[in-house]
């Protein structure tokens, strides 16, 4: 019994240590970890207060009046066609003026010379040429000139390497200056020529003239057609407040892949905004140092506008026209856009058959003339009776297919031979 009492009185005896154990066991746990429960409430009380004090400031700069100015100016810049003009166009789109009402095929209206934007006041008075010359060939290519300049609405010069002699009639071309010397610059191209350098910075020269009242300096060359009122059209579109540079790459693919596809061939014609001109006209000279290895004179300008921070602008109405033979193709089928310059056009054949070259030119800045703002676009006509196509470029040409031609066809320019 005594036995059995003790084996008892032991059982109970290590079931109540054990149940002792078992109930104060939670109790330490607790106490340890009630430090750690209470810093995981502490941090997230710090992180909600942290949201909302931010949150809080954030607001606070987004209403602030000085936040509201520097974002009207953000979306100010945003539009400028120095950053990305096809934005701005789009969305001043809806302010446009309505059609002018010409039954003939033309342009869509943005394009009028009538279209008032940022440069809306704009006019040739406000325009400034640079004509790159040669005193050799002046004497010819003066004729090329005299298609497009008009002396009591237009300012610049040609600039020439050396004075030529005076000849009559020359009063209703620009007048001729002499560039300066260039002799204190380095060439190094072996297959170019030094007059590049020369070009190169007439439009530096144009801006040291100090000519009152310009926004825009447009540099060609003295075998360029400039059609004159839509180049007006085409700058109007433009802050001349900003430094801008407007052209086009050439026709040939290996021309631009030798000099760039980004950089205006200025054959084709080139605007510079006179801020631009301004900045050129600080840096130019050191620039010209840098670059002794280049070709010629468009890719020198561009190598300075580009150290500049400046891209170019680019507008499909510039033709630096590198090409040869019949130019039929390319006339034919310009694009949905003001022709504005034509370049080398003593290098192609006759644009009319029949005429001399010089005739040829005359009749084209005739038609040029008449409507400039509907001149080489194109309209496109069926007769499913008969099954023919009608392709009118206005003032050039009007072709007719004996079958069906799909417009996406006559969109590629026809190879000429």
Known sequence: ????????????????????????????????????????????????????????????????????????????????????????????????????????????????????????????RHVVFGIAGSSRLWKRRKEFVRLWWRPHDMRGHVWLEEAVPREEGDDSLPPVMVSEDISRFRYTNPTGHPSGLRISRIVTECFRLGLQDVRWFVLGDDDTVFNADNLVAVLRKYDPSEMVYIGSPSESHSANTYFSHSMAFGGGGIAISRPLAEALSNIQDDCLDRYPKLYGSDDRLYACISELGVPLTRELGFHQWDIRGDAHGLLSSHPIAPFVSIHHVDAVDPFYPGLSLLESLKLFAKAMRLEPRSFLQRSICYDRARSLTFSVSLGYVVQVFPNIVLARELERSEVSQ
Request: hydrophobic letters at 30%; one cysteine or more; proline letters at 6%.
């Open 1 to 124: 019994m005594a036995n059995g009492g003790n084996e008892r009185w032991g059982t109970m005896t290590v079931l109540k240590m054990n149940l002792n154990r078992t109930a104060t066991t939670p109790y330490h746990n607790n106490r340890r970890s009630r430090p750690w429960s209470h810093s995981r409430t502490r941090t997230a009380l710090v992180a909600v207060m942290a949201l909302l004090l931010s949150t809080a400031a954030w607001l606070s700069l987004v209403f602030s009046g000085t936040t509201t100015h520097c974002w009207h100016r953000f979306k100010d810049w945003e539009g400028s066609p120095h950053s990305l003009h096809w934005a701005w166009r789009n969305r001043r789109r809806s302010h446009l003026p309505s059609s002018s009402g010409f039954s003939s095929p033309s342009l869509p209206h943005r394009f009028s010379p009538h279209n008032r934007t940022r440069g809306g006041d704009l006019s040739l």
